[in-house]
């Protein structure tokens, strides 16, 4: 495969950057909302937003299972923020009625690095990424509380897991579509691409 088909959950947040970052890394992006759409894809972005509203209406919306069992089957699934949330098998303080998709043997803490006015940015270096540290976006961001033995820790901020990978599945607490560099969604699009 040469040019992967990845997708962009688009129920909520920040799904227009994603796949503006998707295409300058090579993928052809387009958002997914229904679960046809989501058989097409190779790979799927779980963007920023609001976690318990994403996943309500990844209910509503009929995804939640096939979610599920696209991921379980290997499908590369890249999370950020509020994405790392749904990616993660456990979630330490959830709001009542939310459910995570899972796929990463981690717990999660929201909100960890504070509230909206408290977002940051700040020089992050992951694992796998040549050429300096990333500019970290962290907006109301979560951060890893713990992995378990199968996921790899790939960035930390502050002495805080902010970015993990298990398999096909990546996650990262802050946001790099926010930015113009796009080296985390060429890592993740090479990622589909190995899969393939
Ligand atoms: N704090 C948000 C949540 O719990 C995530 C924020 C974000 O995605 N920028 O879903």
Sequence with gaps: ??????????????????LI??????????PV??????AEVDGLVIPGGESTTISKLAELFGLMEPLRERIAAG????GTCAGLIMLADK????????????????????????????SFEAAVEVAGIDGGP??????RAPWVE?????AEVV??????????RQDNALATSFHPELTGDHRVHALFVDMVRAAA
């Design 1 to 18: 495969m040469t040019t992967p088909l990845i997708g962009v959950l688009a129920l909520q947040g920040d799904v227009r950057e994603h």
């Design 21 to 30: 970052a998707l295409a300058a890394a090579d993928a052809v992006a387009r």
């Design 33 to 38: 909302r229904r679960p046809e759409e989501l």
């Design 75 to 78: 499908m590369p699934v890249y």
């Design 91 to 118: 979630i330490l303080d959830p709001r009542s009625g939310q459910e995570t998709l899972g796929g990463i043997d981690m717990i999660v803490r929201r909100n960890a690095f504070g509230r909206q006015n408290e």
């Design 134 to 139: 990333v500019e970290g976006v962290f907006i």
């Design 146 to 150: 713990s992995v378990g033995a199968r």
């Design 155 to 164: 960035a930390e901020h502050d002495g805080h897991i902010v970015a993990v």
